[in-house]
């Protein structure tokens, strides 16, 4: 039996990992979209892949968010199956797990979704700095 080293965010629909899980992600789950969140790329990790990069420059950090995010949640609504990635799967994956959660309606809040994306994927890190993005988009 393999390990998977890749979690389901959302139950046999959305599943977060990093860029090494890409591979095996694919043929075990039949993902049918793979976001790369990393701001940079050689190659693409895939041949499904779009490169959708949270951005470390904070006057378009808070857009890199809302795109992909937008991007993920009309995949997901689609019916498709998505794999999103950083490099580690820890910081800019986190970022995009809890903004998932909050765009679905799973969580109500920034904390309760970050709990949550911890609870599947404990070495999520959302940095302090994309911790301020989602609290810019999500205020209130």
């Not at 959708?52 to 609504?77: A, L, N």
């Amino acid at each position: 039996m393999n390990v998977k080293n890749y979690q389901a965010l959302i139950d046999d629909r959305i599943f977060i990992g990093g860029v090494a899980d890409v591979q095996s992600a694919i043929s075990e789950e039949k993902i049918d979209v793979v976001y790369d969140l990393r701001a940079e790329v050689a190659e693409s990790s895939s041949e499904i892949s779009k490169h959708q990069p949270i951005v470390d420059d904070g006057e378009f950090q808070d857009e890199s968010i809302r795109t992909g995010v937008k991007q993920i949640v009309q995949d997901y609504q689609d019916g498709k199956k998505i794999f999103f990635h950083c490099n580690t799967g820890r910081g800019r994956t986190g970022t995009m797990a809890v903004a998932t959660l909050l765009e679905l309606r799973l969580a109500n809040t920034i904390d309760e979704a970050e709990e949550k994306v911890k609870m599947i994927r404990p070495e999520v890190n959302v940095k302090p700095q994309l911790k301020e993005a989602l609290k810019r988009i999500y205020k209130g």
